[in-house]
């Protein structure tokens, strides 16, 4: 259904009172006042609604993070339960029961492999968590020359200072380069470029000739998101752990973004079918889209490396909210849907996403259509200036919330889909496509991309 991409005097005030105030993320101010943030009234299940009353189907899951659309009621009675008992006291000398629960159960989906759970507040703190209990376990244990770091070519882990140092995407990350550290960039194994044996091989060279000094190998775990949603196999994912296994190097699995059944299992890494890495990162849908919460799962090998009475040996990284009781009560609440059976029901959505999109492979503009459980993407040749920002605002007069990256149109919607929502997003997404690519860009500005 199309529609005007004018708003409501409600919605046009709070986004003239948002540009007043408001520092958006991923934005270049000097252009939202240009194009206007769109104002957001309400959500219920997959949509959202402006001040109008137009509704967007949220297609990116507001950046990855809602899993069973917006006001869940399952998740909300938790919270509102939970806020009626302890909505937060300190973790340092306290605890409480929803955030030992929620480590005992994500440890018990490990198979107790990963049986301590430290928390932060969101996505890049976890990561900085990780990578600081790297380092710092190995200096307990009298190898403080394994300080460096391993990441993969176009690889995102966030944007705090530590974070962005294992991140190459230089959208982020050139700004600030001379404020970071410097991580070695092993390549990608791209599946579209069928380069996973050499990306393999070139780590080994790069172990060999670095294990003494390296702390940790970082990934994501089977699609590498603000990538353009590179997508590889299990088999990469095994020889990554044969290597750390055999350099004695660790493995951090970064599955903030495709944790939390996004890839079709829990944790992305039980596709490897081979044992269990150092560390492993959550956030973004641990909570449904709800409160933040991150967190860092690890092994009692590096647990123990910290237990000593000696305070400076221990991990004395924090964070004021850190296993907030509201956020822990939500992503209980998730995890009792998970073991209801929502893995079943996400392998069926995604075979209705898969059916639906099918016919978009015969598109001439249309490269490399792929799909990793409940993430789907392609790439389109010769978008033209500004294509991901101009199929964005298309987009919205279609009722699709949605936000590609550079060339890469994906869609990572939350765990709610009937055949009926998966031919609208195929139908939605075609005449979108179809309409920008017919546009004539009158403008000699660079295409920039339009960031998860």
Known sequence: ?????????????????????????????????????????????????????????????????????????GINAAIKQQLDTLPHVMLAGCTHAPAVRLAERLSALTGGALGHVFYGSDGASAVEIALKQSFHSWRNRGRSDKREFVCLKNGYHGETIGALAVTDVKVFRDAYDPLLMRAHIAPSPDARLGNEAQALAAMRDLFVQRHQQLAALIIEPLVQGAAGMVMYGPEY????????????????VDEIAMGCGRTGTFFAWEQAQAPWPDFITLSKGITG?????SLVLTTEAVYQAFWSEDVARGFLHSHSYTGNALACAAANAVLDRFEAGQLQAIAAQAELLRAAFAPLAAHARVRHLRQQGMVLAFDVQDGGLRFAERFH?????????????????YLMPPYVIDAEAAAFLARAVTLTLDEVLSQSIASDCPDQPHVA
């Open 1 to 73: 259904m199309s529609q005007s991409p004018h708003f409501s005097p409600a919605g046009a005030d709070w986004q003239q009172r948002s540009l007043a105030a408001v520092w958006h993320p991923c934005t270049q101010m000097a252009r939202a006042a240009q194009l206007p943030p769109l104002a957001i009234a309400r959500g219920a299940g997959p949509w959202l609604y402006d001040y109008e009353g137009r509704r967007y189907f949220d297609a990116n899951s507001s950046w990855w993070v809602n899993l069973f659309g917006h006001a869940d009621a």
């Open 237 to 252: 994912l095994r020889g990554l752990r044969a290597l750390c296994s055999e350099f004695e190097v660790h493995l951090i």
């Open 289 to 293: 889209g709800t409160l933040p919460l």
């Open 393 to 409: 605002l298309t987009a919205r007069t279609h009722e699709l919330l949605i936000r590609p990256i550079g060339n890469t149109v």
